[in-house]
């Protein structure tokens, strides 16, 4: 069956699943294949993570380590990892002669943020999904920007992404944090609702949306490892 066709069936069969039952869908559909959790490990991060845990501990999840992460980043991915018994979470790195060969003091995001996102995470991920037919994201549609006709199921290249949460709202996700007692990012409290990497990732206000520290004062909305699609049937 075509990739399209098959995220617009699952778009319908779906249309009123609740994550869970998406996610399941998503890492056992056998038409799906092999499938991956892609996770930033960041403020929202382990709600999903959560899920999975549910469905089967050692789920494959990538977390791309892009050397400029805050450090309260990296100890959050131990923990909840460690917490939620997560057994196959795979820690990616840029390659290392592309890093010396075009960023080799760490300063490429300064004069090109797009090409160091190339550098520090499309690449890398895309080195990483292969072996797997689809991948898992925690995109919502709440978050605005290009993800606000976000589907459940989409078409990517030669893959099915999967978006099990993209219809909550920001209260669902942060009751399903408190009904379950979960461990929360460091830098939330600290004035970041989203978190990337270091350079890149500054505090918001209060009346901000939560992803306005992404990239400031810079057009910039997504680091690249997403790309809009052409819409499918949600409902």
């Known amino acids: 069956m075509p990739l399209k066709e098959l995220a617009e069936r699952r778009n319908t069969l779906h249309r009123k699943s609740d994550p869970q039952t998406v996610l399941r869908h998503a890492l056992t559909d056998v038409q799906l294949g092999k499938t991956a959790i892609v996770s930033s490990f960041g403020a929202e991060s382990v709600v999903l993570l959560h899920m999975a845990a549910a469905v089967a501990k050692d789920t494959p999840v990538i977390f791309l380590e892009t050397e400029m992460l805050f450090p309260e980043t990296l100890q959050y991915q131990r923990d909840v990892a460690e917490t939620l018994g997560l057994s196959d979470v795979r820690v990616i790195s840029p390659d290392r002669s592309s890093v010396l060969t075009e960023d080799v003091d760490g300063l490429l995001h300064l004069a090109d943020t797009d090409a160091c996102c190339d550098l520090r995470k499309s690449r890398p991920l895309a080195q990483a999904l292969q072996g797997f037919d689809g991948w898992i994201t925690g995109r919502k549609q709440y978050q605005g920007g290009q993800r606000a006709d976000l589907p459940l199921f989409e078409k990517e290249d030669r893959k099915i992404k999967v978006n099990p949460l993209a219809r909550w709202d920001a209260k669902q996700v942060q009751d399903y944090i408190a009904a379950h007692d979960l461990p929360r990012h460091p830098l939330v409290a600290r004035g970041y609702p ?33 790309r809009a699609a052409p819409a499918v049937a949600a409902e």
Do not use: L, Q, Y
């Open 194 to 226: 989203s978190v990337g990497c270091m350079p890149c990732t500054t505090r918001v206000g209060d009346h901000e949306s939560p992803r306005a520290g992404r990239w400031r004062n810079s057009a910039k909305t997504e680091c690249g490892i997403h």
